[in-house]
């Protein structure tokens, strides 16, 4: 089968079962970001990484799919300006994606890359304790200061946050005015290998840093 016959297959896949679809290439994705990663910062590949990484790719894709459609949602209420969809939408709560994305990784390369134990972490972190709603607000805002964020490198974080701004806004508007909505978001995980691979990177030297300073 040709390049062509598949990606016309995948193409098809995906105007059909959009989601499953995004599931499908993030779980190709991530994985291969990881190795190209580790390969750079490291010079070896810890495969156990790789394979935590291919578990928690399917919900990158799910989620990506998510931030999308939240540039749709800008569209329909606010503006169909292409960079307004961009900055009000998947740019703008993209933000908490890279937030997430940094914390498990952190998590993962300290807990054995279990995704057992990384769902017992998110289910100890956002369902909160207390007798009442003052205290369980307290104690979710507690667990999201001091368990959840301090997992994310900060200068890791910083660099993420500002190419999410600057240089992926600009293509994310290339996104909404050019490419159909069906392609929107394998377009961006087919081109994501690179940020992915950069973000990853970052996420390697970042936890380093935050063993050796927990303010880093």
Do not use: C
């Not at 935590?52 to 931030?67: E, N, Q, R, S």
């Not at 209420?77 to 940094?102: D, H, R, Y």
């Not at 972190?125 to 307290?138: H, P, Q, R, S, Y």
């Amino acid at each position: 089968m040709s390049l062509e016959a598949v990606f016309e297959t995948y193409k098809e896949l995906q105007t059909a079962h959009p989601i499953i679809g995004n599931m499908l290439i993030a779980e190709v994705t991530y994985p291969i970001a990881s190795i190209v990663s580790q390969l750079i910062e490291t010079r070896k590949v810890d495969f156990d990484r790789v394979k935590y990484y291919a578990k928690i790719g399917p919900v990158y894709g799910l989620m990506l799919y998510g931030l999308m459609k939240t540039g749709d949602a800008v569209g329909a209420t606010v503006s169909e300006n292409p960079f307004l969809k961009s900055a009000l939408g998947p740019n703008l709560w993209g933000n908490f994606f890279n937030i997430q994305f940094f914390v498990n990784d952190n998590y993962g390369e300290h807990n054995e890359f279990s995704v057992k134990k990384l769902l017992k972490f998110y289910k100890e972190t956002f369902i909160a304790k207390g007798d009442n709603l003052k205290e369980k607000v307290e104690n979710l805002y507690y667990n999201l200061k001091e368990n959840y964020y301090t997992k994310a490198p900060k200068k890791s974080l910083k660099y993420a946050t500002f190419f999410t701004f600057t240089l992926w806004n600009a293509f994310q508007t290339w996104n909404y005015e050019y490419v159909a909505d069906e392609m929107r978001t394998p377009i961006i995980l087919a081109t994501g290998i690179v940020w992915a691979g950069i973000m990853s990177t970052w996420a390697i030297a970042g936890n380093k840093n935050l063993d050796e300073n927990p303010n880093s």
